[in-house]
């Protein structure tokens, strides 16, 4: 067809003495331009659209990609989750407890040592200033919200799992307000 488009192009520009016939020519080789043009069109959805449904048997990296590259669609809901004594979570809410012990450590008394001690004890203390007041859940929000995932840890050394907290949040914000 490119050969054919690429002919009557060739003719149309030859054609300098006769004005009905270059005008005829010109004619013939637009409407058959437009035919190849929407051909052209026509199979590079149709290659497209074979590339992306191929089946997993014979590209398991398929599915890989798509995932990897943000174009697959995927729900973001939390399972099921084995706890440590061998039982397994029930609900959304004792899976994301689940996931905070994991990931928060215990902060047990017992084990501080001196110089913990007197941190602990100086936190204890109230500071007595008059502008002081509560966070409201939207600045616990929008703090979790505005932590970039992308970054490297600085000195507060939070890593990117706090994208598991930001997911947490977004299923259950009682449960880090609390």
Known sequence: MRKRINALRRRY???????ELRESCKNQYHDEKTKYQAAIKREKSKSRKEFCNLTTDTNPWN?????????????????????????????????VTCILDYLITKDEE?????????????????????DDREYT?????NAIGAINCKKAPGENRITSDIRVFQRAYKQIPNLINT
């Open 13 to 19: 520009q030859r054609t300098t003495n006769n004005d």
């Open 63 to 95: 599915a890989v990609y798509k995932i990897a590259s943000n174009k697959a669609k995927r729900c973001q809901t939390f399972s099921t989750l084995q706890k440590p004594d061998g039982s397994i979570t029930t609900d959304i809410n004792e899976t």
């Open 110 to 130: 017992d084990s501080d040592s001196d110089y913990h001690k007197t941190i602990r004890i100086l936190t204890e203390r109230p500071i007595q200033t008059a």
């Open 137 to 141: 859940p939207e600045e616990i929000g």
